[in-house]
């Protein structure tokens, strides 16, 4: 089955989330987890909220650490979210 374009996005933001939660060495709901792992759609979980809340909640050596590390894939792809989220959803 091919996913959506939302489909896939969702899947995106559990990744996001998954990296950012390990980043902090959180634990990762289960749900959280399949929805960053697996290829089928019922898994599938909207984080949006909770991913942008630990981002909002970061100080500026965490955000430094986690969302502007140069070396980090996920790093790079968690900030292109970021600023992508504070354009159509203007964090205050």
Avoid: G
Avoid at 36 to 51: G, M, N, P
Avoid at 78 to 90: C, T
């Amino acid at each position: 089955m091919n996913l959506s374009n939302r489909e896939i996005q969702l899947r995106r933001n559990c990744q996001l989330y998954v990296y950012v939660l390990n980043s902090l060495d959180k634990e990762i709901p289960e749900k959280l987890q399949e929805c960053a792992d697996s290829e089928e759609y019922d898994s599938l979980i909207d984080c949006v909220k909770e991913l942008s809340e630990e981002l909002k909640n970061f100080d500026s050596d965490t955000f430094e650490r986690i969302v502007n590390n140069k070396q980090s894939i996920e790093a790079q792809q968690l900030s292109q979210w970021w600023e992508m989220y504070q354009i159509y959803i203007p964090v205050n």
